[in-house]
């Protein structure tokens, strides 16, 4: 059963950085798309990051371009979030999608149980 992994998440003041960890056993992220998506209290999942297994291309969400890097360690079968200079709107859960491409979450076979990020004024 592939099961993604979340670690990382916490509570960080404005202008913080944290960096977040997606582990998987059963899947190889060197040969699988991966994504960030997030989701904060009433409002909806929506897209962060992805990166593309074939060349490692990576796209982002425009309010976070400049800021997160999504990467992978393939030795370590680990694809990190690297957040900088965090805003309070940046609050949410965090999930690690496996296995899709695009910003739609539905086009994401396998999902983590997501990580709190909470970012403070």
């Known amino acids: 059963q592939v099961q993604p992994v979340e670690s990382g998440g916490g509570l960080v003041p404005a202008g913080g950085s944290l960096r977040l960890s997606c582990a998987a056993s059963g899947l190889t992220f060197s040969v699988s798309n991966t994504a960030w998506f997030r989701q904060a209290p009433g409002k909806e999942r929506e897209f962060v990051a992805a990166?593309?297994?074939?060349?490692?291309?990576?796209t982002y969400r425009d309010s976070v371009k400049g800021r997160f890097t999504i990467s992978r360690d393939n030795a370590k079968n680990t694809v990190w979030l690297q957040m900088n200079s965090l805003k309070p709107e940046d609050t949410a859960v965090y999930y690690c999608a496996a296995r899709g491409w695009g910003n739609n979450p539905n086009d994401f076979e396998f999902w983590g149980q997501g990580t709190q990020v909470t970012v403070s004024s």
């Open positions: 990166i593309r297994w074939t060349d490692s291309g990576t």
